[in-house]
Protein backbone atom coordinates (compact mmCIF):
# COMPACT_ATOMS: atom_id res chain seq x y z
CA UNK A 1 0.00 0.00 0.00
CA UNK A 2 1.57 3.48 -1.06
CA UNK A 3 0.33 4.76 2.21
CA UNK A 4 0.71 2.74 5.80
CA UNK A 5 -2.25 2.31 7.22
CA UNK A 6 -3.35 0.69 10.17
CA UNK A 7 -7.03 -0.38 11.94
CA UNK A 8 -6.80 1.21 15.46
CA UNK A 9 -9.36 0.11 17.90
CA UNK A 10 -10.33 -0.77 21.38
CA UNK A 11 -10.56 -4.26 23.63
CA UNK A 12 -14.35 -3.86 22.91
CA UNK A 13 -15.54 -5.99 19.56
CA UNK A 14 -11.78 -6.82 19.19
CA UNK A 15 -12.44 -10.20 16.99
CA UNK A 16 -14.79 -8.06 14.65
CA UNK A 17 -12.04 -5.69 13.87
CA UNK A 18 -9.61 -8.18 13.61
CA UNK A 19 -11.06 -10.16 11.13
CA UNK A 20 -11.95 -6.65 9.27
CA UNK A 21 -7.82 -5.80 9.49
CA UNK A 22 -6.95 -9.76 8.53
CA UNK A 23 -9.59 -8.71 5.40
CA UNK A 24 -7.79 -6.11 4.32
CA UNK A 25 -4.19 -6.77 5.19
CA UNK A 26 -3.93 -4.18 8.32
CA UNK A 27 -2.12 -4.56 11.69
CA UNK A 28 -4.46 -4.18 14.06
CA UNK A 29 -3.40 -1.21 16.76
CA UNK A 30 -4.82 -0.94 20.18
CA UNK A 31 -6.25 2.77 20.13
CA UNK A 32 -4.75 2.83 24.36
CA UNK A 33 -0.81 2.90 23.05
CA UNK A 34 1.12 5.24 20.89
CA UNK A 35 0.97 4.97 17.06
CA UNK A 36 3.82 2.96 15.78
CA UNK A 37 6.39 5.50 13.76
CA UNK A 38 5.73 6.38 9.57
CA UNK A 39 1.74 5.43 9.47
CA UNK A 40 -0.34 8.08 7.39
CA UNK A 41 -3.54 6.79 8.14
CA UNK A 42 -5.92 5.20 10.60
CA UNK A 43 -8.98 3.61 9.87
CA UNK A 44 -10.55 4.24 13.51
CA UNK A 45 -13.08 1.21 14.53
CA UNK A 46 -15.75 2.17 17.61
CA UNK A 47 -18.80 2.27 18.79
CA UNK A 48 -20.05 4.87 15.80
CA UNK A 49 -18.53 2.22 13.30
CA UNK A 50 -15.31 2.87 11.13
CA UNK A 51 -13.64 6.22 10.13
CA UNK A 52 -10.92 6.99 8.18
CA UNK A 53 -8.16 10.24 9.27
CA UNK A 54 -5.00 11.45 9.04
CA UNK A 55 -2.86 10.11 11.31
CA UNK A 56 -1.15 13.24 12.76
CA UNK A 57 -4.93 14.18 13.72
CA UNK A 58 -6.07 15.01 17.07
CA UNK A 59 -8.01 12.04 18.00
CA UNK A 60 -11.71 12.16 17.65
CA UNK A 61 -10.99 15.84 15.35
CA UNK A 62 -14.04 16.41 13.19
CA UNK A 63 -12.33 15.74 10.22
CA UNK A 64 -12.91 12.26 10.10
CA UNK A 65 -14.22 10.88 7.44
CA UNK A 66 -17.09 8.23 7.59
CA UNK A 67 -20.24 6.91 5.79
CA UNK A 68 -22.94 8.81 7.37
CA UNK A 69 -25.80 8.17 5.79
CA UNK A 70 -27.98 9.73 8.71
CA UNK A 71 -25.82 12.83 8.48
CA UNK A 72 -28.86 15.62 8.68
CA UNK A 73 -27.05 17.78 5.40
CA UNK A 74 -27.70 14.55 3.16
CA UNK A 75 -30.97 13.90 5.12
CA UNK A 76 -31.87 17.29 3.54
CA UNK A 77 -30.37 16.78 0.34
CA UNK A 78 -32.69 13.84 0.17
CA UNK A 79 -35.98 15.91 1.17
CA UNK A 80 -35.59 18.50 -1.22
CA UNK A 81 -34.53 16.50 -3.60
CA UNK A 82 -37.15 15.42 -6.87
CA UNK A 83 -37.15 13.13 -9.90
CA UNK A 84 -37.26 16.49 -12.27
CA UNK A 85 -34.59 17.89 -11.04
CA UNK A 86 -30.48 17.93 -11.30
CA UNK A 87 -29.40 14.15 -10.55
CA UNK A 88 -32.62 12.65 -11.45
CA UNK A 89 -33.24 14.49 -14.69
CA UNK A 90 -29.70 13.77 -15.31
CA UNK A 91 -30.84 10.03 -14.36
CA UNK A 92 -33.89 10.72 -16.67
CA UNK A 93 -36.20 9.81 -14.02
CA UNK A 94 -39.25 11.35 -15.87
CA UNK A 95 -39.28 9.05 -18.19
CA UNK A 96 -37.92 5.86 -17.00
CA UNK A 97 -38.96 5.90 -12.81
CA UNK A 98 -37.31 2.92 -11.28
CA UNK A 99 -34.16 2.63 -13.56
CA UNK A 100 -31.19 -0.18 -12.09
CA UNK A 101 -28.29 2.09 -11.94
CA UNK A 102 -24.70 0.96 -11.78
CA UNK A 103 -22.95 3.29 -9.19
CA UNK A 104 -19.18 2.33 -10.91
CA UNK A 105 -17.47 4.73 -8.53
CA UNK A 106 -19.08 4.90 -5.23
CA UNK A 107 -16.54 6.70 -2.98
CA UNK A 108 -18.80 7.47 0.40
CA UNK A 109 -22.08 6.50 -1.21
CA UNK A 110 -23.52 10.35 -0.71
CA UNK A 111 -24.83 10.20 -4.30
CA UNK A 112 -25.99 6.19 -4.78
CA UNK A 113 -28.18 7.02 -1.48
CA UNK A 114 -29.56 10.01 -3.41
CA UNK A 115 -30.07 8.35 -6.26
CA UNK A 116 -32.01 5.12 -4.54
CA UNK A 117 -34.02 8.14 -2.50
CA UNK A 118 -35.17 9.07 -5.74
CA UNK A 119 -36.53 5.53 -6.90
CA UNK A 120 -33.05 4.13 -8.38
CA UNK A 121 -32.00 0.29 -7.54
CA UNK A 122 -28.64 0.91 -6.81
CA UNK A 123 -25.58 -1.39 -7.41
CA UNK A 124 -22.11 0.55 -5.65
CA UNK A 125 -19.00 -0.66 -7.42
CA UNK A 126 -15.16 0.81 -5.23
CA UNK A 127 -12.11 -0.12 -5.97
CA UNK A 128 -10.50 0.63 -3.25
CA UNK A 129 -10.76 -1.40 0.04
CA UNK A 130 -10.59 1.08 2.58
CA UNK A 131 -13.50 2.80 1.32
CA UNK A 132 -15.17 0.07 0.65
CA UNK A 133 -14.69 -1.37 4.00
CA UNK A 134 -16.10 2.42 5.31
CA UNK A 135 -19.09 1.82 2.65
CA UNK A 136 -19.82 -1.64 4.03
CA UNK A 137 -19.80 -0.22 8.05
CA UNK A 138 -21.78 2.79 6.52
CA UNK A 139 -24.45 0.62 4.63
CA UNK A 140 -24.97 -1.81 7.87
CA UNK A 141 -25.34 0.74 10.34
CA UNK A 142 -27.96 2.82 8.58
CA UNK A 143 -29.77 -0.84 7.67
CA UNK A 144 -30.38 -1.06 11.49
CA UNK A 145 -32.04 2.32 11.59
CA UNK A 146 -35.61 2.09 12.02
CA UNK A 147 -36.59 5.58 12.58
CA UNK A 148 -35.67 7.43 9.74
CA UNK A 149 -38.05 6.13 7.05
CA UNK A 150 -36.44 7.72 4.23
CA UNK A 151 -32.93 6.53 4.75
CA UNK A 152 -34.67 2.95 5.51
CA UNK A 153 -36.78 2.78 2.17
CA UNK A 154 -33.02 4.38 0.20
CA UNK A 155 -30.77 1.80 1.48
CA UNK A 156 -33.25 -0.96 0.84
CA UNK A 157 -32.61 -0.41 -2.63
CA UNK A 158 -29.03 -0.28 -2.10
CA UNK A 159 -26.19 -3.23 -3.08
CA UNK A 160 -21.94 -2.72 -2.55
CA UNK A 161 -19.48 -5.09 -4.55
CA UNK A 162 -15.91 -3.93 -4.35
CA UNK A 163 -14.88 -4.47 -8.19
CA UNK A 164 -12.82 -2.01 -10.43
CA UNK A 165 -15.42 -0.71 -12.80
CA UNK A 166 -13.63 -1.49 -15.65
CA UNK A 167 -13.42 -5.48 -15.02
CA UNK A 168 -17.30 -5.60 -13.97
CA UNK A 169 -18.00 -3.15 -17.05
CA UNK A 170 -16.31 -6.30 -19.35
CA UNK A 171 -18.23 -9.27 -17.13
CA UNK A 172 -21.41 -7.34 -18.26
CA UNK A 173 -20.76 -7.39 -21.87
CA UNK A 174 -19.36 -11.02 -21.46
CA UNK A 175 -22.98 -11.62 -19.77
CA UNK A 176 -21.55 -12.55 -16.96
CA UNK A 177 -23.36 -9.90 -14.85
CA UNK A 178 -26.51 -8.20 -15.10
CA UNK A 179 -26.50 -5.00 -17.74
CA UNK A 180 -27.04 -1.38 -16.07
CA UNK A 181 -29.82 0.73 -17.59
CA UNK A 182 -28.06 3.71 -16.66
CA UNK A 183 -24.08 4.11 -15.21
CA UNK A 184 -23.15 6.91 -12.95
CA UNK A 185 -19.76 8.22 -12.81
CA UNK A 186 -18.23 10.22 -10.02
CA UNK A 187 -14.10 9.55 -10.58
CA UNK A 188 -11.99 11.44 -8.85
CA UNK A 189 -11.17 14.35 -11.65
CA UNK A 190 -7.24 15.91 -11.37
CA UNK A 191 -8.00 19.69 -9.44
CA UNK A 192 -8.53 21.59 -11.95
CA UNK A 193 -6.35 24.27 -10.06
CA UNK A 194 -4.30 24.35 -7.16
CA UNK A 195 -6.27 27.06 -4.93
CA UNK A 196 -9.59 24.46 -5.66
CA UNK A 197 -12.19 24.25 -2.91
CA UNK A 198 -12.64 20.76 -2.19
CA UNK A 199 -14.72 19.23 0.38
CA UNK A 200 -12.53 18.16 3.42
CA UNK A 201 -13.68 14.40 3.06
CA UNK A 202 -13.26 14.74 -0.71
CA UNK A 203 -9.59 16.34 0.08
CA UNK A 204 -8.44 13.03 2.05
CA UNK A 205 -10.03 10.93 -0.71
CA UNK A 206 -8.15 12.80 -3.34
CA UNK A 207 -4.95 12.23 -0.72
CA UNK A 208 -5.53 8.95 -0.61
CA UNK A 209 -6.57 7.50 -3.66
CA UNK A 210 -5.19 9.58 -6.39
CA UNK A 211 -6.56 11.35 -9.25
CA UNK A 212 -8.42 9.73 -11.96
CA UNK A 213 -5.67 9.97 -15.16
CA UNK A 214 -7.60 7.72 -17.58
CA UNK A 215 -10.96 8.55 -17.16
CA UNK A 216 -11.64 8.36 -21.38
CA UNK A 217 -11.51 4.48 -21.23
CA UNK A 218 -13.63 4.52 -18.22
CA UNK A 219 -16.09 6.78 -19.93
CA UNK A 220 -16.36 4.67 -22.79
CA UNK A 221 -16.08 1.29 -21.23
CA UNK A 222 -18.77 2.79 -19.90
CA UNK A 223 -20.93 3.98 -22.92
CA UNK A 224 -20.34 0.93 -23.69
CA UNK A 225 -21.88 -1.22 -21.58
CA UNK A 226 -25.38 0.99 -20.47
CA UNK A 227 -28.51 0.20 -21.54
CA UNK A 228 -30.01 3.76 -21.56
CA UNK A 229 -27.43 6.40 -20.51
CA UNK A 230 -24.43 7.13 -18.76
CA UNK A 231 -23.92 9.97 -16.52
CA UNK A 232 -20.79 11.61 -15.61
CA UNK A 233 -20.87 14.13 -12.66
CA UNK A 234 -17.73 16.64 -13.00
CA UNK A 235 -16.67 19.57 -10.65
CA UNK A 236 -17.39 23.18 -12.03
CA UNK A 237 -19.45 24.03 -15.00
CA UNK A 238 -16.55 23.13 -17.58
CA UNK A 239 -16.04 19.91 -19.51
CA UNK A 240 -13.02 18.02 -21.02
CA UNK A 241 -12.65 19.02 -24.61
CA UNK A 242 -10.22 15.89 -24.88
CA UNK A 243 -13.56 13.69 -24.60
CA UNK A 244 -16.26 13.40 -26.86
CA UNK A 245 -19.23 15.55 -26.46
CA UNK A 246 -22.03 14.55 -24.52
CA UNK A 247 -25.88 14.44 -25.73
CA UNK A 248 -26.63 17.40 -23.11
CA UNK A 249 -26.01 18.47 -19.82
CA UNK A 250 -27.59 19.35 -16.55
CA UNK A 251 -25.88 22.71 -14.61
CA UNK A 252 -26.00 22.32 -10.72
CA UNK A 253 -24.06 25.11 -8.36
CA UNK A 254 -20.94 23.21 -7.69
CA UNK A 255 -20.80 20.28 -10.14
CA UNK A 256 -22.43 19.34 -13.64
CA UNK A 257 -24.09 16.20 -15.71
CA UNK A 258 -23.00 15.31 -18.80
CA UNK A 259 -24.91 12.70 -20.19
CA UNK A 260 -24.19 10.33 -22.80
CA UNK A 261 -27.49 8.69 -23.92
CA UNK A 262 -26.84 5.07 -25.84
CA UNK A 263 -27.60 5.02 -29.22
CA UNK A 264 -30.60 2.48 -28.87
CA UNK A 265 -32.00 4.99 -26.00
CA UNK A 266 -31.58 7.97 -28.07
CA UNK A 267 -35.29 9.23 -27.70
CA UNK A 268 -34.92 9.43 -23.92
CA UNK A 269 -33.97 13.07 -22.75
C1 LIG B 1 -15.13 11.29 -5.97
S1 LIG B 1 -15.34 9.76 -5.23
C2 LIG B 1 -17.05 9.44 -5.49
C3 LIG B 1 -17.93 10.19 -4.55
C4 LIG B 1 -19.34 9.67 -4.56
N1 LIG B 1 -20.05 10.00 -5.78
C5 LIG B 1 -20.12 10.13 -3.35
O1 LIG B 1 -21.25 10.66 -3.54
O2 LIG B 1 -19.64 9.96 -2.22
C6 LIG B 1 -14.61 8.64 -6.38
C7 LIG B 1 -14.53 7.19 -5.89
O3 LIG B 1 -14.50 6.36 -7.02
C8 LIG B 1 -13.60 5.31 -6.82
N2 LIG B 1 -13.14 4.89 -8.16
C9 LIG B 1 -12.48 5.66 -9.07
N3 LIG B 1 -12.26 4.96 -10.20
C10 LIG B 1 -12.80 3.72 -9.99
C11 LIG B 1 -12.90 2.56 -10.79
N4 LIG B 1 -12.35 2.52 -12.03
N5 LIG B 1 -13.54 1.47 -10.29
C12 LIG B 1 -14.10 1.51 -9.04
N6 LIG B 1 -14.00 2.60 -8.23
C13 LIG B 1 -13.38 3.69 -8.70
C14 LIG B 1 -12.48 5.93 -5.99
O4 LIG B 1 -11.79 4.91 -5.26
C15 LIG B 1 -13.26 6.88 -5.10
O5 LIG B 1 -13.61 6.26 -3.87
Redesign the pocket.
Known amino acids: MQHPVVLSCSMVDRPRWAAVAARLGLSLHDAATILPAGISYLLEAGAQGLCLRAALDAAQSPSATR ?1 EFLDPALLYRLRTSGKRQGLGQALGLHKYPEPFVL ?12 MAHLGCRVLM ?4 PL ?1 HALLEDGLARAQLVTDEPLVQAAVARMQLQQ ?6 LLQVRLGEREQPDVI ?6 PPRNKSAKVKKD ?1 AL ?2 EL ?1 GA ?1 EDFAS ?1 LQAARATARLRVVV ?1 RPGSKGDVRLPPPSFTVPGKTAHFEIYVSSSASSMR
Open positions: VDATAGLGRDALLLERSIAEAREWYLDPMFILQLELK
